[in-house]
């Protein structure tokens, strides 16, 4: 049997390779001259005012609710379908989670049901663009607006993707991406946060170096003299990384034809299957993270733990994507929340399969899905 084909992975060419081995032969492995570049090229390609490069997306989070000052006794509106992260980041901070339900034909928070949940303590609204499919931001910024919360986007999945002609990167207050192999684009482990305020701008900088500031005009009391100003920590992006994150940057939209047109041949050739899938709306373009399917569960023959493992056994590296976050034990146990709360989200995950979906995959990777799914399918099918 081949060997399976993963759900995502990276695609690293030669350009990457040299441009890793540069920065490994100069003067700076980190805190030097590529991160900076970086930064600049990302809030060009997302057209945002500025971009701070971290360790990872969950430090981008981390960084985005410091810098939208959240804090202890602060509630945060955010969807209970999500990778636990995107939760995690604002608890850190001693906030408490508002899920709100998504919608019933979308993985994405249904922004309907948002107004009915906000409290006094309602700080910030923290929104997932699931599988690269943007959130309805007209509708969130608009209540955003009215009741004066920040809006913090969890665009690990997104980006490239398109709300109305914008670049998702350059519509929330805060916006976050990661860099793990299996997103866009890759350097490893690395994220970064896009803002065009120049506040938050400041305290993402700080955050991310221990909360340190040094300046260079306030020399009376010695050159070397710097000050710890709040309590941050070090979430630095190698230059290293910096070097893979410029090259990757560069094929970002070779990587993203890619991907929507897998998408457009999986569309077409499941359209007869019992299964139903995330269609565009026109307004967006999704540069598709995910391709999930959800199962018609009434018209198969057995579970979907059965179809996901005949899938494993075939050659196909599907996943789940997401457990809740509001069914995690953590989760139950802090917060009190539990089955039947989001009862879309539930049932969401409970028909949900992702399948391959990469930019480097074959024709041949892509036939070989399709046919696979469409026999497994087929073969349960009532
Ligand atoms: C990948 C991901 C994260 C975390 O990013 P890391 O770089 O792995 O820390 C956060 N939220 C979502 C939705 C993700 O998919």
């Not at 995107?86 to 034909?105: E, M, R, T, Y």
């Not at 709306?281 to 993270?289: E, M, Q, R």
Request: net charge positive.
């Amino acid at each position: 049997m081949a060997k399976t084909i993963p759900y995502g992975r990276q695609w690293i060419d030669k350009k990457d390779i040299s441009s890793v081995i540069a920065a490994l032969k100069s003067d700076f492995l980190t805190q030097g001259p590529r991160v900076e570049e970086f930064e600049k090229l990302f809030a060009k390609f997302v057209g945002a005012k500025y971009a701070v490069a971290v360790n990872n997306g969950t430090s981008a989070l981390l960084a985005a609710c410091f810098a939208a000052g959240i804090t202890n006794g602060d509630e945060v509106i955010t969807t209970p379908y999500t990778f636990s992260a995107s939760v995690n980041c604002f608890v850190w901070f001693g906030a408490k989670p508002v899920f709100v339900d998504i919608k019933n034909n979308s993985f994405n928070i249904d922004e309907t049901k948002i107004e009915g949940t906000i409290s006094k303590k309602t700080k910030a609204l923290l929104v997932v663009d699931f599988a690269g499919v943007p959130c309805d931001y007209d509708q969130i910024k608009k209540i955003a607006k009215t009741h004066n919360l920040i809006i913090i986007a969890d665009a690990a999945h997104s980006l490239g993707s398109t709300y109305k002609g914008k670049k998702i990167g350059s519509i929330a207050d805060l916006t976050c991406f990661s860099f793990h192999p299996v997103k866009t684009i890759t350097t490893g482990e690395g994220g970064m946060i896009t803002t065009n305020k120049f506040k938050y701008y400041q305290k993402l900088k700080t955050f991310r170096t221990h909360g340190i500031v040094k300046d260079p005009k306030n020399t009376a009391r010695g050159k070397w003299y710097y000050e710890m100003v709040e309590l941050g920590l070090n979430l630095r992006l190698t230059d290293i990384q910096a070097a893979l994150g410029i090259s990757q940057l560069n094929k970002i939209s070779g990587f993203t034809r890619r991907r929507r047109e897998i998408v457009d041949a999986y569309n077409k050739h499941f359209s007869d299957l019992p299964v139903s899938f995330t269609k565009e709306p026109s307004f967006i373009k999704s540069t598709w993270h995910l391709y999930q399917v959800r199962l018609a569960k009434n018209l198969l023959r057995v579970s979907r733990k059965e179809v996901f493992d005949q899938l494993q056994k075939r050659g196909l590296g599907v996943q789940v994507h997401y457990v809740p976050v509001h069914l995690h034990p953590y989760y139950k146990k802090m917060f009190g929340f539990k089955r039947g709360d989001f009862p879309n989200a539930e049932k969401a995950y409970e028909e949900e399969i992702s399948l391959p979906l990469f930019p480097k995959m074959s024709n041949h990777d892509v036939n070989f899905v399709i046919k696979t799914f469409r026999d497994v399918i087929r073969k349960y099918q009532k």
